[in-house]
């Protein structure tokens, strides 16, 4: 991704940033019209060409995964969107230093940097089922690369170890086994969480306008539904 360390900018954005996103788009309940998502695709990007078949295979499986387990949940969403996407950096695609797609420009480029995929498989597990607060979207540090990073999380109960779905492997690991990551901060529709001694700590959440809150704009501008989280 284009962000290197250090980020306290986005902390300071983030912390007022998030109440919309427990307006919009989380809910399960909420039924997609993908024929007027593609509409709206359409009309906002111009022809989506090979964007539009994995647009169509991303529907295909939120429409029959519904009812699997949530582990198996994870492994296909992370699966689906490393095998879709190709890394590249926001600078070459988009022409920006830093730029938060929505899982339809995602699809409709076949490629993103780490932010957007993370992104990708939360809307996607939101919408399969999977509780808001069992997801977080994590900054971590990837000691190996000595850049930072952003991974999916998923915690199958409030106090367990947390699993990280990666772009960078299809293995969904515990956070514990992950030694090369070193977590920064979290967040989701509900708030923002900074890493402690006693576990995770909840600091804050949504005031002010951010990068997420113009992403779900973009969600609803693309036809994706307003909804509560639950």
Not at 177 to 191: C, H, I
């Amino acid at each position: 991704m284009a962000v290197r360390f250090p980020i306290p900018p986005m902390l300071r954005w983030l912390c007022g940033a998030l109440l919309l996103a427990g307006l919009m788009l989380g809910g399960a309940q909420a039924d997609w019209d993908f024929s007027l998502i593609s509409h709206r695709a359409q009309a906002l990007y111009g022809p989506l060409g090979e964007g539009q078949q994995r647009i169509d295979d991303w529907q295909q499986l939120l429409a029959t995964q519904k009812q699997v387990s949530e582990l198996e949940q994870l492994n296909l969403v992370n699966r689906f969107f490393n095998q879709r996407m190709r890394y590249v950096e926001d600078i070459d695609l988009w022409h920006q230093a830093d730029y938060w797609e929505t899982p339809i420009e995602a699809l409709w480029k076949g490629a993103g940097d780490c932010e957007d995929y993370a992104i990708a498989k939360y809307f996607s597990l939101r919408h399969l089922g999977v509780a808001s607060d069992k997801l977080r979207i994590t900054y971590v540090k990837a000691l190996r690369q000595n850049r930072a990073h952003m991974v999916l999380t998923y915690y199958p109960s409030p106090d367990a170890m947390p699993l990280v779905l990666d772009s960078l492997t299809d293995i969904i690991q515990p956070a514990s086994q992950r030694t090369d990551l070193l977590p920064v901060y979290s967040f989701n529709a509900e708030g923002l969480w900074l890493p402690g001694t006693k576990g995770s700590q909840k600091v804050g959440d949504t005031k002010r306008l951010s990068r997420w809150q113009d992403l779900l704009k973009k969600m609803q501008a693309e036809g994706f539904p307003v909804e509560t989280t639950n």
